[in-house]
């Protein structure tokens, strides 16, 4: 079956270290996404890649970091910079100009 | 800049009635999509229905309508004969299509709340 895993589900780490949320695809698109759900937020984008080896910043993109060096995979590393970094993270991956994207099952990051 | 905007945080609809969602935004693009997702408690984001903004009949997916006034930047979304299973968090998202794969931009989302 085709479609975007995220690993884990729940993930709780220890404030000042770094962690990396795992997402993966094997849709065979182009595009990845990252974004941040907080409560009455909606949806802010942390970062974005059109194709491997290239990724751009979104608008909450400090204290975040990302690699693309495999079409599948789109790592998102949280670091200890981020300040407030307790969220439900999502991921998604889009085919190309003018698609929706599709959206991979979260990981809700605790940290204390 | 582009942004959406949701006024409506939370919502209820009796079983079978019809509910309208609101959503307006604003951008001085021309070419761009619309989009409403569905977030059920399972948290999982599900695309309900998507605009082409170069078109102006308005999509329909079986109980899923928009009624979109460009000239108003306004997309909202009714659903019709609602069922316990609409019952999720709504976002309303814009996408621009003039260059390569470009990002959602989202509003703050309405909870919906279907009541037997």
């Known amino acids: 079956d085709g479609g975007i895993t995220q690993s884990p589900k729940y993930l709780f780490r220890k404030e000042g270290q770094n962690v990396t949320l795992s997402c993966e695809q094997n849709?065979?698109?182009?595009?990845m996404y990252w974004y941040r759900q907080d409560p009455g937020q909606g949806l802010r984008l942390i970062y974005y890649s059109q194709i491997v080896n290239d990724f751009q910043k979104g608008d909450i993109a400090e204290g975040y970091s990302v690699s693309r060096e495999k079409k599948e995979s789109f790592p998102l590393t949280v670091t200890s910079a981020q300040k407030n970094p307790t969220a439900f993270y999502l991921c998604?991956?889009?085919?190309?100009?003018?698609?929706?994207?599709?959206f991979g099952p979260g990981t809700r990051l605790t940290v204390t | 800049a582009q942004t959406v905007t949701q006024s409506q945080p939370e919502m209820s609809v009796q079983e079978a009635e019809t509910v309208t969602l609101s959503c307006t935004y604003d951008t001085s693009e021309s070419n761009y999509y619309l989009f409403w997702y569905k977030q059920p408690p399972s948290r999982q984001m599900i695309l309900v229905i998507r605009?082409?903004?170069?078109?102006?009949q308005n999509a329909t997916e079986n109980r899923f309508s928009v009624n979109f006034q460009k000239a108003a930047k306004s997309f909202s979304l009714k659903i019709s004969d609602s069922q316990l299973g609409d019952t999720a968090m709504y976002f309303c998202a814009f996408m621009l299509t003039y260059s390569g794969n470009t990002p959602l931009v989202f509003g703050k989302g309405t909870r919906l709340s279907v009541i037997a």
């Open positions: 605009q082409e903004a170069y078109k102006q």
């Open positions: 849709l065979n698109h182009d595009a």
């Open positions: 998604a991956s889009s085919p190309g100009t003018a698609n929706e994207q599709y």
